[in-house]
């Protein structure tokens, strides 16, 4: 069997807690990280990403807390997400048994940063998040790309979507990749809460320009829409929260879908 | 009462290993210092960093690591850990333990570097650390490396990324591992529990 494709819950957390509605049929305390992490490495879920949105200054030894907690109740990888600035950051996240740390604007803020990380912990711990609105007017020295909805080219956006930084998407993954990111994971904020699929056209974009893994995110609803991002896109794991959270398609019966349409997947 | 000892040699994750083999009933410490390997009754080489700082930062435990070796306690390498077991690297200069003949090569071909996911185990040897591990296992791997071992009888198990690699190789007291148990669910913990069963017997 060649390698397996990934299914990723994702988890927003906020002074420990997570955000966003949970339902889980059975479970006692919802939102709380290390019972829902629990829960999801029980349903086979091959990874976990968590992404911290506290804003205050007492933030890191919030997160040093969860984490710990989260590595002693859980053995599958995990992802820590948000606010990871510098090298001190992430060893604080690190070291407290993440396996990897996760930065988005910091990194195009200050695109060394990167390289800074990968140097000290290894590049298979520094996924780089990009959050990409696909831009309709075309501009000069972007990668144009021919979709659906006639030529397009991606753009980089920052603080969870809010900025858009003129910056194409493809370009800033081959020059991150140069600087040492071990793994991409590629938001849609098109499709992001839309539940209408992932954005096929993006994924395959930046998967056939790079070298190292891509998770897919933004926008699933169906085990078909799995299906069609980790096949037809070209991912090679792909990344939700809601339909996980409401227990509307549980990673099991994701994975079972996946299976029997031939894609590999660990069961 | 068995001492055990996760030997911190650099930066990195060490929590996760030590937290999954307290899981399984083995209780480990974390030590930094040549005398905390003086003193083990088993070691675990854990998987952070690169080839060359890791050589260099095991220098001054590499002769108590050979003498233990000798001794018969068992040790436990975990990815780069397990690289560390053969006697060079193309990731950077320095010697190995040089426990295996043989050196370690990177993975090469039209595919995404690091070898990240789950992949299967084909068990080609029997051997104690894989006991009620059914063949066709999936394990959680991370590494861009691979050893190339000069005795093809010490390799116990075989993955299969772009070509057929040595995954899990066992010589007598010495086990290594390219994939991580830590971070490979249920197939994990109980190779976790089997090496715990090596140690206590």
């Known amino acids: 069997m060649p390698l397996a494709k990934r299914i990723i819950p994702c988890l927003d957390v906020d002074h420990g807690k997570v955000v966003k509605g949970v339902n889980f049929l059975q479970l006692k305390h919802a939102g709380d990280p290390v019972e829902m992490a629990k829960r999801y490495s029980d349903d086979q879920a091959d990874e976990l990403v968590f992404l911290d949105i506290t804003a205050s200054h007492e933030k890191r030894d919030i997160m040093r807390q969860y984490v710990e907690r989260v590595a002693d109740a859980i053995?599958?990888?995990?992802?820590?997400?948000?606010?990871?600035?510098?090298?001190?950051?992430?060893?604080n996240i690190l070291c407290s048994g993440a396996d990897k740390v996760s930065i988005n604007t910091a990194a195009v803020e200050k695109p060394m940063l990167i390289t800074e990380l990968s140097d000290v912990f290894g590049r298979q711990c520094i996924v780089v998040a990009i959050d990409v609105k696909c831009n309709l007017t075309p501009a000069e020295g972007k990668v144009t790309v021919q979709t659906s909805k006639g030529p397009v080219w991606f753009e980089v956006t920052t603080y969870g979507g809010r900025k858009a930084t003129g910056i194409d998407a493809i370009a800033w993954a081959l020059q991150a990749e140069k600087l040492g990111a071990g793994e991409f994971l590629i938001t849609s904020m098109d499709k992001d809460g839309t539940e209408?699929?992932?954005?096929?056209?993006?994924?395959?974009?930046?998967?056939?320009?790079?070298?190292?893994?891509?998770?897919?995110?933004?926008?699933?609803?169906?085990?078909?829409?799995?299906?069609?991002?980790?096949?037809?896109?070209?991912?090679?794991?792909?990344?939700a929260?809601?339909?996980?959270?409401?227990?509307?398609?549980?990673?099991?019966i994701i994975k079972n879908y996946l299976h029997k349409t031939g894609v590999p997947i660990r069961q | 009462m068995v001492k055990a000892v996760v030997f911190d040699y650099g930066v990195g994750n060490l929590l996760?290993?030590?937290?999954?083999?307290?899981?399984?009933?083995f209780p480990v410490s974390i030590g930094s210092e040549v005398q905390d390997l003086a003193e083990a009754d088993a070691i675990i080489l854990p998987g952070v960093g690169s080839f060359t700082p890791a050589v260099e930062k095991l220098e001054c435990a590499r002769e108590v690591l050979k003498g233990k070796v000798a001794e018969g306690v068992p040790l436990l390498g975990i990815c780069l850990g397990l690289q560390l077991f053969f006697e060079e690297?193309?990731?950077?200069?320095?010697?190995?333990?040089?426990?295996?003949k043989g050196k370690v090569v990177r993975?090469?071909?039209?595919?995404?570097?690091?070898?990240?996911?789950?992949?299967?185990?084909?068990?080609?040897?029997?051997?104690?650390?894989?006991?009620?591990?059914?063949?066709?296992?999936?394990?959680?791997?991370?590494?861009?490396?691979y050893p190339v071992p000069v005795d093809e009888s010490i390799v116990c198990t075989k993955t299969f990324y772009g070509a057929s690699f040595a995954s899990g190789v066992v010589d007598k007291n010495v086990f290594g591992l390219q994939f991580h148990p830590e971070k490979s669910g249920d197939v994990g913990l109980q190779i976790l529990r089997n090496f715990a069963r090596v140690v206590r017997r």
């Open chain 1, 75 to 91: 053995n599958i990888p995990f992802t820590v997400g948000g606010g990871i600035r510098n090298v001190s950051d992430a060893r």
């Open chain 1, 196 to 239: 209408s699929g992932f954005d096929i056209e993006l994924t395959c974009a930046i998967s056939e320009h790079v070298h190292v893994p891509v998770i897919a995110s933004g926008g699933a609803g169906l085990p078909q829409h799995f299906y069609d991002v980790l096949t037809t896109g070209k991912a090679d794991a792909a990344l």
């Open chain 1, 241 to 252: 929260a809601s339909v996980f959270h409401y227990n509307k398609y549980p990673v099991p």
């Open chain 2, 16 to 25: 996760s290993i030590k937290y999954a083999l307290e899981r399984v009933g």
């Open chain 2, 89 to 100: 690297s193309a990731e950077g200069s320095g010697v190995g333990l040089a426990f295996f």
């Open chain 2, 107 to 145: 993975l090469q071909g039209d595919l995404k570097i690091p070898h990240m996911g789950w992949n299967t185990l084909d068990i080609v040897k029997p051997c104690e650390l894989f006991d009620d591990i059914p063949n066709g296992s999936y394990v959680y791997f991370v590494h861009s490396l």
